[in-house]
């Protein structure tokens, strides 16, 4: 990355309307949050999860920047070189390659993309490389990491500014590799970039519908928009695709690539399962991959994360992994986080966190728990303000039919009232029992009831968060971290046995 560099270079390429001063004007950095924005920089103004920049102009304005980059027509342009252009995230993306000096040359880098399990299948893949000793960074929206630096995420991939910056750190920290979660459906609202990579792979659930107005795959033409071969080059170095998804199949065939490998539960596929067995604290796997077959144990319960693992397999194979060091990265991997992720303090019964907020993701996780627990099955879980009313019926009706003992608590309530939200999820638990729920809209006070009722061999699932860290409440977000309550009452309830007493309540009794 170079200390100076001039708007005109950074938007080399870009058709645009210059409007109040010259493109020589020298750019310290590029900006699209304008909370960001300081003298000296570029601002990016385009519509997103966070609003429309545009209304934010005169605020970047304020705080320094130099040029503005936006695609709206401006009633009155600001005093500052203003740049309009078609679309300001494209061109946000191509800046900040020309900026950051491409740092995605010296990677190889593996655009993952798909429905809902690409976030777990990026984490995976990036885990599975690092203990196969390939050193690689992540740019998700579970977590950014490189190295030693890990930054927790809240469920958003990065722009592609934000990518290039991570991908500078990768190349400084030594990474030889970068995994990028891509989503697709931007393409379908017009407003995607595509990610430059070396390796394309194609995950299952392509076609699943959103809740947000789009699809959360998108379809087969939106996922390969989504990636391309980097610059200079006509194919792929390879493609993985799920081979028993229809749509990521389809994807697979659809694109140019030196080798394809095909992953799945198919014997027709080049990496495929032969055997799984669940187990109380994971599973055991037989992969059959070129080469030859790998038995081996890992601490993941999560169906769709199984299915993706394999996946994760599939890249390794498309990297030339040998395989006595796939097997012993295999054995290695964790969990994803929040993804049915235990929580062991060396407790007589099972503990899990989950981020399902939909009535599908609930009951798979609970249908897994109670496949491979043997006592009661008790759910601590609630529904937010992003949920419907029905939405909210059904989680109780769900909850009601699959769990032994359910506490309905609050969720992301916002501005609405947690004990309303309880209310609408219970009346659907209603609908199925009488009996075995209760609402206890303090969600840290809910985690610790839960802890108390349990018994030797039950299973405790805390749904809705997974490995967020926070709540937001009014118009505030305030820290909160599922695992780090568990481990709370977890350590209390174990100094009150040690002082005699059988639970928080008792002590309070006495």
Same mark, same amino acid.
């Given at each position: 990355?170079?200390?100076?560099?001039?708007?005109?270079?950074?938007?080399?390429?870009?058709?645009?309307?210059?409007?109040?001063?010259? @493109?020589?004007?020298?750019?310290?950095?590029?900006?699209?949050?304008?909370?960001?924005?300081?003298? =000296?920089?570029?601002?990016?103004?385009?519509?997103?999860?966070?609003?429309?920049?545009?209304?934010?102009?005169?605020?970047?304005?304020?705080?320094?920047? $130099?040029?503005?980059?936006?695609?709206?027509?401006?009633?009155?342009?600001?005093?500052?070189?203003?740049?309009?252009?078609?679309?300001?995230?494209?061109?946000?993306?191509?800046?900040? +390659?020309?900026?950051?000096?491409?740092?995605?040359?010296?990677?190889?880098?593996?655009?993952?993309?798909?429905?809902?399990?690409?976030?777990?299948?990026?984490?995976?893949?990036?885990? !599975?490389?690092?203990?196969?000793?390939?050193?690689?960074?992540?740019?998700?929206?579970?977590?950014?990491?490189?190295?030693?630096?890990?930054?927790?995420?809240?469920?958003?991939?990065?722009?592609? $500014?934000?990518?290039?910056?991570?991908?500078?750190?990768?190349?400084?920290?030594?990474?030889?590799?970068?995994?990028?979660?891509?989503?697709?459906?931007?393409?379908?609202?017009?407003? *995607?970039?595509?990610?430059?990579?070396?390796?394309?792979?194609?995950?299952?659930?392509?076609?699943?519908?959103?809740?947000?107005?789009?699809?959360?795959?998108?379809?087969?033409?939106?996922?390969? /928009?989504?990636?391309?071969?980097?610059?200079?080059?006509?194919?792929?170095?390879?493609?993985?695709?799920?081979?028993?998804?229809?749509?990521?199949?389809?994807?697979?065939?659809?694109?140019?690539?030196?080798?394809?490998?095909?992953?799945?539960?198919?014997?027709?596929?080049?990496?495929?399962?032969?055997?799984?067995?669940?187990?109380?604290?994971?599973?055991? /796997?037989?992969?059959?991959?070129?080469?030859?077959?790998?038995?081996?144990?890992?601490?993941?319960?999560?169906?769709?994360?199984?299915?993706?693992?394999?996946?994760?397999?599939?890249?390794?194979?498309? #990297?030339?992994?040998?395989?006595?060091? #796939?097997?012993?990265? !295999?054995?290695?991997?964790?969990?994803?986080?929040?993804?049915?992720?235990?929580?062991?303090?060396?407790?007589?019964?099972?503990?899990?966190?989950?981020?399902?907020?939909?009535?599908?993701?609930? *009951?798979?996780?609970?249908?897994? @728990?109670?496949?491979?627990?043997?006592?009661?099955?008790?759910?601590?879980?609630?529904?937010?303000?992003?949920?419907?009313?029905?939405?909210?019926?059904?989680?109780?009706?769900?909850?009601?039919? #699959?769990?032994?003992?359910?506490?309905?608590?609050?969720?992301?309530?916002?501005?609405?009232?947690?004990?309303?939200?309880?209310?609408?999820?219970?009346? =659907?638990?209603?609908?199925?029992?009488?009996?075995?729920?209760?609402?206890?809209?303090?969600?840290?006070?809910?985690?610790?009831?839960?802890?108390?009722?349990?018994?030797?061999?039950?299973?405790?699932?805390?749904?809705?968060?997974?490995?967020?860290?926070?709540?937001?409440?009014?118009?505030?977000?305030?820290?909160?971290?599922?695992?780090?309550?568990?481990? +709370?009452?977890?350590?209390?309830?174990?100094?009150?046995?040690?002082?005699?007493?059988?639970?928080?309540?008792? @002590?309070?009794?006495?």
């Amino acid at each position: 990355m170079r200390t100076q560099i001039s708007l005109r270079e950074i938007l080399d390429g870009t058709p645009a309307r210059t409007f109040g001063g010259a @493109l020589d004007v020298p750019v310290a950095d590029l900006q699209y949050d304008v909370r960001k924005v300081r003298r =000296g920089s570029a601002f990016f103004a385009f519509s997103g999860s966070a609003g429309d920049g545009h209304n934010h102009i005169t605020t970047a304005l304020e705080q320094g920047a $130099v040029a503005i980059v936006y695609e709206r027509p401006l009633f009155r342009p600001p005093r500052v070189v203003a740049v309009r252009v078609r679309d300001s995230r494209m061109a946000m993306a191509r800046a900040a +390659e020309i900026f950051y000096g491409h740092p995605e040359r010296q990677l190889t880098v593996i655009g993952v993309t798909g429905g809902e399990a690409r976030s777990s299948a990026a984490y995976l893949v990036r885990r !599975l490389l690092q203990n196969a000793g390939i050193e690689s960074g992540l740019v998700g929206s579970i977590v950014d990491e490189y190295g030693e630096r890990a930054i927790p995420k809240f469920g958003v991939v990065p722009e592609a $500014v934000d990518a290039q910056r991570l991908m500078v750190g990768m190349v400084r920290s030594g990474c030889a590799a970068c995994v990028v979660e891509v989503r697709p459906w931007n393409v379908v609202a017009q407003n *995607s970039v595509t990610t430059r990579c070396d390796i394309a792979a194609f995950v299952h659930g392509m076609g699943q519908a959103d809740g947000v107005g789009t699809q959360r795959g998108g379809t087969s033409e939106s996922c390969v /928009l989504g990636l391309a071969p980097k610059d200079g080059q006509k194919r792929f170095t390879a493609v993985v695709c799920d081979y028993d998804d229809a749509m990521a199949a389809a994807c697979g065939r659809s694109v140019r690539a030196n080798r394809v490998v095909t992953c799945g539960t198919s014997p027709a596929a080049a990496v495929h399962v032969q055997e799984c067995w669940l187990h109380s604290d994971g599973a055991r /796997l037989r992969l059959k991959v070129p080469g030859g077959l790998i038995s081996v144990a890992v601490p993941i319960l999560h169906r769709d994360d199984l299915r993706v693992l394999v996946g994760a397999v599939g890249v390794a194979v498309a #990297l030339d992994v040998p395989l006595c060091a #796939l097997r012993d990265a !295999l054995e290695d991997m964790t969990a994803v986080p929040g993804h049915l992720e235990a929580v062991d303090c060396g407790q007589p019964f099972r503990v899990f966190v989950d981020s399902a907020r939909r009535k599908t993701g609930l *009951s798979k996780a609970l249908a897994v @728990l109670r496949q491979t627990g043997r006592g009661r099955l008790l759910l601590v879980f609630g529904a937010g303000v992003d949920h419907t009313h029905d939405e909210r019926v059904e989680l109780g009706e769900v909850a009601a039919r #699959l769990v032994d003992h359910a506490i309905v608590t609050a969720d992301n309530p916002c501005c609405e009232s947690p004990e309303a939200i309880a209310s609408e999820v219970v009346s =659907g638990m209603r609908r199925i029992k009488a009996g075995g729920f209760e609402i206890e809209c303090d969600r840290r006070a809910a985690i610790a009831k839960a802890m108390n009722m349990a018994k030797r061999g039950d299973t405790i699932l805390i749904a809705g968060k997974g490995h967020l860290t926070c709540q937001k409440v009014n118009h505030a977000i305030v820290p909160f971290d599922d695992r780090v309550y568990v481990r +709370e009452s977890l350590e209390m309830a174990e100094d009150l046995e040690r002082a005699g007493y059988r639970n928080e309540l008792e @002590l309070i009794n006495r």
